[in-house]
């Protein structure tokens, strides 16, 4: 088989248990869209343009809070600091490639593929379609995701409102969070974050809580690594 | 601003998150310093989102007494530790939620 083929299939064939829970997460995105009001066409659009998982629910929970555009633009851009995290690795390996792969890669790029392509990378160094893989990865992530929100917009129209499924969205964030549970400064900057939106939801103007507890705890962390670093030294 | 010009904007701002490090970061942009920082990105921002969607009611006061989502969360929050199971976190808040207001 072809090199780039067998890197596509392999990528695939890597991110696939993966997607798992990224089944359910497209069926709640998808019901949550059509209980909150959005049309299907918009709801696939968001799956199709934004193509992140939690940047998709956030703009729904501050869509239906009656956040202003530019409250739900920075949200969104604060959801995804976390992919400039990814930088210093993926740069390394993706530098040879031209403009337009890095535009088609940078589309596909989201955890579940970065986290596989990333140790794919490290062992194939010199293999020049090693990109490939990323590709195959990242469009399985792409095509599960599109079919689970089209299957959750089918079930939105069905599911009674009564079932109370928007308390997925804060249990759905939860669950990413439960490796973090374990860390004492982890645990505290969870306490300071969560605790200024609930008491800023009404006070805090523009419905802008979010960005604000997210900005002070980002500040309690920078606070509390520097100084459990000076006692080591 | 309409929806779908919104969708747009935000679909460009997660692009351009995840294009600016491929294109334009180079190695030596991060230290390890703001990489540690960076790393506390999701306890910062997910609890933002976690904590109104469960201690605020639909009119947006708090609401600590008869609140079935509380103890459902708790119930969720130990069974992710002890699993590390994002499915089984998900399910057993949305179960526990269910017994609370249907069953009890």
Redesign the interface.
């Known amino acids: 088989m072809n090199n780039k083929l067998k890197n596509f299939f392999k990528g695939v064939k890597d991110t696939s248990p993966l997607m798992?829970?990224v089944i359910?997460f497209g069926i709640?995105f998808g019901v949550l869209a059509i209980d909150l009001g959005?049309t299907p066409f918009?709801t696939i659009?968001?799956s199709i343009?934004?193509?992140?998982g939690a940047?998709q629910i956030?703009?729904l929970?501050l869509f239906s809070a009656g956040a202003s555009?530019l409250v739900?633009?920075s949200s969104?851009?604060?959801?995804?600091?976390?992919?400039?995290?990814?930088?210093?690795v993926?740069?390394?390996h993706?530098s040879d490639l031209n403009?337009t792969w890095?535009?088609i890669?940078?589309?596909l790029?989201v955890d579940q593929a970065f986290a596989v392509s990333n140790d794919h990378f490290k062992q194939n160094k010199k293999d020049k379609d090693k990109y490939f893989h990323l590709i195959g990865g990242g469009l399985n992530c792409w095509t599960i995701w599109q079919i689970t929100t089209i299957i959750g917009i089918y079930l939105g129209s069905i599911i009674p409102e009564r079932?109370?499924?928007?308390?997925?969205?804060?249990?759905?964030?939860?669950?990413?969070?439960?490796?973090?549970?374990?860390k004492l400064?982890?645990v505290i900057?969870?306490?300071v974050?969560?605790?200024?939106?609930?008491?800023g939801?009404?006070m805090i103007p523009f419905k802008a809580?979010?960005i604000v507890?997210?900005?002070v705890?980002?500040f309690v962390?920078?606070i509390l690594?520097r100084s459990t670093k000076k006692k080591h030294e | 601003m309409s929806n779908i010009e919104l969708i747009i904007y935000c679909g460009l701002i997660t692009f351009l998150t995840r294009f600016s490090m491929i294109a334009l970061l180079k190695k030596e942009m991060f230290n390890d310093r703001i990489r540690e920082v960076l790393s506390f990105v999701p306890s910062a921002i997910f609890p933002a989102i976690i904590f109104p969607a469960i201690f605020l009611d639909s009119y947006g006061s708090i609401q600590l007494e008869d609140n079935p989502k509380i103890l459902a969360s708790i119930i969720a929050m130990f069974i992710g530790v002890l699993s590390k199971n994002i499915l089984a976190t998900i399910f057993s808040g949305l179960v526990s939620y269910w017994l609370i207001i249907f069953v009890f």
């Open positions: 798992i829970p359910p709640i959005l918009t659009a968001m343009i934004i193509f992140g940047s956030i703009f929970q555009s739900i633009l969104v851009g604060a959801v995804n600091s976390r992919h400039l995290l990814y930088g210093t993926l740069s390394e993706l403009l890095k535009i890669v940078s589309y790029l079932l109370g499924l928007t308390f997925a969205i804060p249990l759905t964030f939860l669950a990413l969070l439960v490796n973090d549970f374990r400064i982890n900057v969870i306490i974050s969560g605790t200024i939106a609930t008491l939801y009404q809580y979010v507890a997210a900005s705890g980002l962390a920078f690594t």
